[in-house]
């Protein structure tokens, strides 16, 4: 059964730093990884869509990676600022065209 | 656009009630879904639907029922409310299957409490 992981749970960095945020995967079989924000009493917005083909995507500053052979993605985050803070969610599409999910981290980005 | 709303936002419920989470989107979306979210947990499908009078369960479904009589509605029926539903509900919904690669759209969310 695919599991998904985020470490840490919770970070806080000072604005202005660059940071990476983990997911891992147990099933290395997986069609897509998708990284979500989700803020304070709303839902969630799609960030970034890896293809199980794709290496990276990139969207303003930032960077999502996929690495299928270790079971692992990062979520690069360049020069951070007090917007940025949310939760940050990755999930996994599994064999059967669902989303496997992970339960976030907490991004606190301190002014 | 308004997306995918929901309501009601907040909701208090007595052991044993029933109740409707109403979800509807105006995307034109074939494929619609539930997730509940609990605190330390990633979010967990309850159930989904890949087009109107099809629906199916997903990983946490006991205790919920679903229909979806047209494209744009998707409401979620708690039938007997027990405590170990207090939770965060979301709907989303997407052009086709989540886990296909396709983005999908979430509401706002509806947080029940179930004393």
């Known amino acids: 059964k695919q599991e998904v992981t985020q470490i840490p749970a919770a970070l806080s960095v000072p604005e202005g730093e660059n940071l990476v945020l983990n997911c891992s995967f147990t099933?290395?079989?997986?069609?897509?990884l998708q990284w979500f924000r989700q803020d304070p009493g709303k839902g969630l917005t799609s960030l970034l869509l890896?293809?199980?083909s794709q290496r990276e995507q990139t969207s303003g500053r930032l960077n999502a990676s996929l690495d299928k052979s270790s079971g692992r993605s990062t979520l690069y985050i360049a020069a951070s600022q007090p917007g940025d803070s949310a939760t940050y969610l990755c999930?996994?599409?599994?064999?059967?065209?669902?989303?496997?999910w992970g339960a976030g981290t907490k991004l606190i980005i301190k002014p | 656009n308004a997306g995918v709303t929901q309501t009601p936002k907040f909701q208090v419920l007595k052991t044993g009630q029933s109740m409707t989470l109403q979800c509807a989107q105006d995307?034109?979306?074939?494929?619609m879904s539930w997730y509940r979210q609990d605190p330390g947990m990633g979010l967990r499908l309850i159930h989904y639907?890949?087009?109107?009078?099809?629906?199916d369960q997903g990983e946490v479904p006991n205790g919920y029922n679903v229909s979806r009589s047209t494209t744009e509605d998707f409401p979620l029926r708690l039938l007997s409310a027990a405590p170990s539903q207090t939770s965060v509900y979301f709907c989303?919904?997407?052009?086709?299957?989540?886990?296909?690669?396709?983005?999908?759209?979430f509401g706002a969310g509806t947080r029940l409490s179930v004393l």
């Open positions: 989303a919904s997407s052009p086709r299957l989540a886990g296909d690669g396709n983005i999908q759209y």
């Open positions: 099933d290395s079989a997986i069609y897509n």
């Open positions: 639907s890949v087009g109107a009078g099809i629906t």
């Open positions: 890896i293809q199980s």
């Open positions: 995307m034109n979306h074939e494929y």
């Open positions: 999930a996994v599409g599994d064999s059967n065209y669902q989303l496997i």
